[in-house]
Each structure stands twice: as structure tokens, then as C-alpha cells.
């Protein structure tokens, strides 16, 4: 969008900006979402995600819909998470070093049930959902696709809308399958205009579209006594494990727009056509183990994700415009594996304690990338948690639980080259913190 006249830049301007007035869309975002980026409930906080495919809460409808079944009693759960970021990027030449401390903030509401009396073959399917909204439930979309001069991260910032639908049954003994959609939105609009050299418009019209993309999350847990040795203890009491398989997925916007300047660009005016996406979510395949003992529970799990598909998802994309860039500088991305260990450990029948820790290279392979300047780090992730369970309660059926999760992710130092729209080249040494506090309630029915 450089070979602009003056005219055309006021022009863009001003159809780009009515349009995301229009969208709501805030600034800010983030190239993730709230389950991969911190973790969905206070458990999953606390455990580094180590123990998330194991969770028999909602959240189990990202990380393993499988898993929906392992308590047979219906949920419904609401939450919250706030996640303090400063983001850092210092170098000889600049004033400060912060280049984002905005919050992620999130309401979190989820429900499963058992829908198997509704057949007459009595054979329990479960039914899952999570949504998670940003700033507290103020914002539905968070949504920013933008170059840089002086650098942004890639990962960090408000999450945009989490939603996933899932549904899980047993197949055979002691092996379950799960089904879920990750649900995002692909917003269209078009804008249709007469305007004057100051960006003042007339005759306007304006369409805005959004519809539902659904990613499919497939997974398989199988719990090996009782596939193996049913009915009668052995060596494989206690042990789990879960394969999970999530596709890629994407939150973009499409705009259009055709504006006739008075006096300077006749009918049928200037055409301006802008696509980019915001968050990415990259095709992930996991696997998880757990042994459950008395009292007690440790597993892990390890991720691959695949981040390379995201170049070609770049090269589509009017903003970060890679097309443009010679093949030698275009942003380039990595697969990586993602390493996580978890516990819990009853302290009595009231109270559980999870801890867990994780390692995440990152899956930016560039340092070097002009005008987009993107930032991303390995980071180290450490989390502690705490589940009480009140059993007294006078007017419910079953107990109340209560979760709060604590994670901090040190990111650490990384040299980058950053380079501005007029080829100016500055080295900085990126680097940052993010504490998350993450709490729920639970009641079951």
C-alpha cells in the first residue's frame, strides 16, 4: 500500500477506519488463542497444560473431548483469567524497552452434560462447551493486524473469542472418543462511497458480514485396566493415556471498498481490497500419559505443532504484504515440539494441589523480518494451582469446587534486527514476563 498518492492514503484511511468502527474490532491482538497461549481453566494454568488432556472439567472439549466422560455428572462452570504481560525490546538507541504490557482479560463459561436419556438405547453421549471473551466480557472480537516499526510480538496480546462445542462417548471398554469444533470468524465488508479530498464521505454504504468457520479436534483416550485387565487389579492400574489431533485454524477479515473522490478520481472510483488474519492457531497433534495413584497423579504430555503452515497463510495477507518481500527475507517458520510435566496431590478429601512445568521453543524461525518486525522468544512456563471442594452445602445435591491457577512465563532473550519502512535497521534483544491468575467455580448437577 505504498504507491499511494496523499489523496488515495486519506482515502484509505478513512474507508478502513469506518469499516473497523463498524466491525468493533479493538487493537491488540493475538496471533493465539486463550487454550494454547495460557490455559483454559485455573487447572490447566497451573499445570503448564501438563495434565490438561486429563482434565475432567469443560475444558476437556479443547484438549481431549475424549475425556468428557469420565465424570458422568453434569457441570457448569464460570471463571475468570487475567494475564499481566511486559513485553520487552531494548536496544542502545531507545528510550524504553516496553513494547506491550496490555492485559488479556477473560470471562470464562462452560457446561457438559449427559444427553444419552434422550435414545432409547441408554448408551451415555456427552455433550461439552467453553466460550471465553476478552476484557471481561466487554469485547467479543479482539482483533489487529498491523505492520511495525519498532517491533511486536507474535503471541501476546487480548486473545480473540474462544468457543469450542464438543461431544464424547465410550466405544469399547475403557476406550472413549471425542469430537469437538473450534469455532472462529471470518468477517467480510465492503464499503461504498463518495468522498472529498479532506476523507469526508457521503452516500455511503456499508455491509458487514461474519460467519462461523468450524475446525474439527478429534481425540482417543484409553484407560488400560480396564480395557486389559477388567474387573480385576494388575500392573496397568492407574495408567492412561489420550491422543489428541487439532487442525489449524484462523480469524480473519476481508475488506472492500470503492470510493469516488470529487473532482479527482471519477466513477467507478478507487478500489481498495485489504485481507489479513489475526489469530492463528497452528494443526497440533498431542500425546498425554497419566498414572493415577492413591491420592495422587502425575503425567505429561508432548505437542507438535505446526507452525510452518503458516508462511503460506502469510503470503495471502495484504498487511504483513510477504508476496512483496524477496524470498530471502519473507518470515519464516519452524514445527516445533512442546514438552510439558504435571502433578496433583491431595491434601486431604477437600483440597488438591497441581503443579506443572513446560517448555516452549519458539516457532519463529526469522530475526529479521522489514516492516512487519515480528518478536517471539523461548519461553519457560511454571504454574501452581489449588481445587477446594465444599461438600456442606444446604440447598445443592452435590459439591461445590472451587479452582484458582498461577502461571508465570519467563521469555527468554533473543536478538532481533528490526527494520522501518525506510530500510533504517536497529538491533534489540527481546525478552519479557507474563504472570496469569486464573479462578473458577464448579457446580455439578
Not at 224 to 247: H, K, N, V
Request: a negative charge; proline letters at 4%.
Amino acid at each position: 500500500m505504498h504507491g499511494f498518492d496523499f489523496a488515495g492514503k486519506r482515502i484509505l484511511c478513512a474507508s478502513v477506519s469506518a469499516i473497523s468502527l463498524s466491525l468493533s474490532l479493538p487493537v491488540c491482538a493475538s496471533m493465539g488463542n486463550l487454550g494454547t497461549t495460557y490455559g483454559v481453566m485455573p487447572t490447566d494454568v497451573a499445570s503448564a497444560q501438563a495434565l490438561s488432556m486429563f482434565n475432567t472439567q469443560v475444558s476437556a472439549t479443547y484438549y481431549n473431548p475424549a475425556y468428557l466422560t469420565k465424570d458422568p455428572r453434569g457441570e457448569l462452570t464460570a471463571g475468570l483469567l487475567h494475564a499481566e504481560q511486559e513485553l520487552r525490546a531494548s536496544g542502545p538507541n531507545r528510550d524504553g524497552d516496553v513494547v506491550s504490557s496490555s492485559p488479556s482479560q477473560h470471562v470464562l463459561i462452560g457446561m457438559k452434560t449427559n444427553l444419552g436419556s434422550l435414545t432409547r438405547f441408554g448408551h451415555p453421549l456427552y455433550l461439552g462447551f467453553i466460550a471465553g471473551v476478552e476484557k471481561y466480557g466487554k469485547e467479543m472480537l479482539a482483533f489487529s493486524s498491523e505492520t511495525s516499526e519498532t517491533g511486536q510480538f507474535l503471541q501476546y496480546g487480548k486473545e480473540p473469542l474462544f468457543l469450542n462445542l464438543g461431544g464424547a462417548t465410550r466405544i469399547w471398554r475403557g476406550i472413549d472418543a471425542g469430537v469437538s469444533a473450534r469455532i472462529t470468524l471470518e468477517a467480510e465488508a465492503e464499503l461504498i462511497a463518495t468522498s472529498n479530498l479532506a476523507g469526508d464521505t457521503e452516500k455511503e454504504k456499508l455491509s458487514v458480514n461474519a460467519k462461523p468457520s468450524l475446525k474439527s479436534i478429534l481425540s482417543v483416550n484409553i484407560d488400560y485396566a480396564d480395557t486389559f485387565c477388567p474387573d480385576q487389579a494388575c500392573f496397568l492400574d492407574g495408567w492412561e493415556t489420550a491422543i489428541a489431533y487439532r487442525s489449524k485454524s484462523t480469524s480473519s477479515t476481508s475488506i472492500s471498498s470503492n470510493v469516488i473522490v470529487s473532482q479527482t478520481i471519477p466513477d467507478p472510483g478507487l478500489s481498495i481490497a485489504v485481507s489479513t488474519i489475526d489469530s492463528f492457531q497452528p494443526e497440533t497433534l498431542s500425546f498425554g500419559t497419566q498414572y493415577r495413584g492413591d491420592g495422587w497423579r502425575i503425567g505429561g504430555s508432548i505437542e507438535q505443532q505446526k507452525w510452518s503452515e503458516l508462511e503460506s497463510v502469510f503470503a495471502n495477507d495484504s498487511v504483513k504484504d510477504q508476496q512483496g518481500v524477496a524470498a530471502a527475507s519473507r518470515m519464516k517458520f519452524d514445527d516445533i515440539l512442546v514438552p510439558r510435566l504435571g502433578g496433583e496431590y491431595n491434601l486431604n478429601e477437600n483440597f488438591a494441589f497441581q503443579a506443572g512445568i513446560a517448555f516452549e521453543e519458539s516457532p519463529l524461525k526469522s530475526d529479521r523480518n522489514p516492516e512487519v518486525n515480528y518478536l517471539d522468544t523461548d519461553k519457560i512456563v511454571v504454574g501452581l494451582g489449588l481445587s477446594a471442594t465444599y461438600d456442606r452445602t444446604r440447598l445443592l445435591a452435590y459439591p461445590v469446587r472451587f479452582d484458582i491457577g498461577y502461571q508465570y512465563q519467563q521469555l527468554q532473550e533473543r536478538d532481533f534486527t528490526i527494520v522501518d519502512f525506510n530500510g533504517n535497521e536497529e538491533a534489540v534483544t527481546a525478552d519479557g514476563d507474563i504472570h496469569v491468575v486464573s479462578g473458577s467455580v464448579t457446580l455439578k448437577f
